[in-house]
């Protein structure tokens, strides 16, 4: 916990240096002023998130020790006693969790009435949770494990829902018009659509060479290091591969949204009535295309 703390210090330090950095740098780059005012609004960013962001941490690592000194103790009481502070904390831990999100709406709509969004659902996601914890039993085992990866797996869901041509609108008036606006759109998008694979695939392993290394005694991490990662490796390198290919086919339609790059001068092109220059300009791509993707399978073949 003290570790959380003193890189929530350090990453508070930095934000702030980055903001005076930001503003000090942005009228000497000129044509790349807009790196300064993205290295200002990120900054700015991580101040207001920052807090979030390690209160977050700090309730996953409450959640994981309360997971386990909790199940050890309702071990050693009955099961009346057990049922009750199953119940009690079930309560508490919803309640909290609710008044959270509801704030954070709050936080973002500014409701009128947020007493109807934050008090009032926490009351009574409260009390289902404290009659759901008196029913089942409390020596029942929790999967804080799965709990996590499904809420990080929610995230990553609605970051991919959203296309890239809506994350290069924002960027585009975040950072402005160009490149730098389509690269970090197609990032975002580029990171949750590879963690939903990459998290299909850990799913999906054989469970045969997992069995025979535990057998043998191994530990946990030698379990990961010799049954799991030979089992995803490849598949990784396949779908960062396939999402390279998707991503320089993608970063022609993000230009026509202020994207920059050939997209960009492509769109003004055809709107400028200069078809000979867009059809040279989608030959090329068309060329570049096909260029990457013979060296995509080369490097498959020889990697895979």
Not at 21 to 46: C, H, K, N
Not at 265 to 282: D, E, F, K, P, T
């Given at each position: 916990?003290l570790v959380v703390v003193i890189v929530f210090f350090a990453i508070s330090l930095l934000a702030y240096l980055g903001m005076v ?153 975040w950072v402005g018009i160009g490149p730098f606006a389509g690269v970090l759109a197609l990032t975002i998008h580029t990171i949750a ?112």
């Open positions: 916990m950095f930001g503003d000090w740098v942005e009228p000497q780059l000129g044509a790349f002023a807009f790196m300064g005012r993205f290295i200002r609004f990120l900054s700015e960013g991580i101040t207001v998130l920052a807090p979030a962001v390690v209160g977050l941490l700090l309730g996953l690592m409450g959640v994981s020790l309360g997971s386990t000194y909790g199940q050890e103790a309702i071990l050693r009481v009955g099961e009346t006693q057990g049922r009750i502070i199953t119940g009690i904390t079930a309560m508490l831990g919803t309640a909290v969790f609710i008044y959270g999100i509801g704030s954070l709406c709050n936080w973002l709509w500014q409701f009128d009435n947020p007493e109807y969004w934050t008090i009032y659902p926490a009351i009574i996601g409260g009390v289902v949770m404290l009659v759901v914890g008196v029913i089942i039993p409390p020596r029942r085992q929790f999967a804080v494990g799965f709990a996590l990866y499904t809420v990080f797996r929610f995230i990553l869901n609605m970051i991919r829902s959203i296309e890239p041509l809506i994350y290069v609108i924002v960027f585009a008036v659509a590879l963690g939903k694979l990459f998290s299909e695939q850990v799913e999906s392993i054989a469970e045969g060479p997992v069995e025979a290394i535990t057998a043998t005694g191994a530990s946990r991490l030698q379990m990961i290091v010799y049954a799991v990662i030979p089992q995803i490796v490849p598949p990784f390198i396949a779908f960062t591969l396939y999402r390279w290919d998707i991503n320089v086919r993608f970063s022609t339609i993000i230009g026509f949204a202020g994207g920059g790059g050939i997209g960009f001068v492509l769109v003004q092109s055809i709107n400028l009535l200069q078809y000979r220059q867009a059809a040279v300009m989608m030959l090329g791509i068309a060329l570049v295309v096909w260029v990457l993707d013979y060296a995509s399978s080369e490097i498959r073949n020889r990697v895979i």
